[in-house]
């Protein structure tokens, strides 16, 4: 089944990036200096960010559904043009990551999950959760520390 999977709008985050480190604390968001690769994957671009870059650590709600699933956990975002866009592909933040895929209908509510160990594994996984009609969209989280990574839905 094909699928696409998209990084978040960066319009969302551009603001943020023009504000000081105190304006940002003020906020719960810190600033930080990319010092290793991998280990900072953008939600944007959904590509781990490069040594040197500066990236922002927030709180983000990724799951807005008015479900008792409603979720929001600690991303990093980097200031970014556009918004990664992978179609029957998993980004670079998804292939050499276990990922979590948390399954949800149409109305928010989970109706199942899996455990992808490594990309070609998480692709077929995927695949295999929208045959399912009941399968409206999948979160993908890390499974190591649980943030989220990106949302797929069917192409």
């Not at 479900?67 to 998804?94: N, Q, W």
Request: aromatic share 8%.
């Amino acid at each position: 089944m094909s699928f696409i999977i998209r990084g978040l709008d960066p319009a969302e985050f551009r603001p943020l990036f023009a504000l000081s480190d105190e304006a940002l604390a003020a906020r719960g968001i810190v600033a930080k200096i990319v010092d290793m690769k991998p280990g900072f994957p953008c939600r944007i671009s959904l590509e781990d960010a490069d040594p040197g870059e500066r990236v922002l650590l927030l709180n983000y709600e990724s799951h807005r559904a008015p479900t008792p699933y409603r979720s929001a956990y600690a991303i990093y975002v980097r200031d970014c043009a556009a918004a990664g866009v992978y179609r029957d592909a998993l980004p670079p933040v998804m292939e050499k990551r276990p990922i979590a895929l948390r399954i949800f209908d149409a109305d928010g509510m989970l109706i199942g999950a899996d455990l992808g160990r490594e990309g070609a594994e998480t692709k077929a996984k995927i695949e295999a959760i929208f045959e399912n009609p009941a399968a409206a969209y999948i979160h993908a989280h890390n499974a190591m520390h649980g943030c989220f990574a990106a949302e797929v839905r069917r192409a």
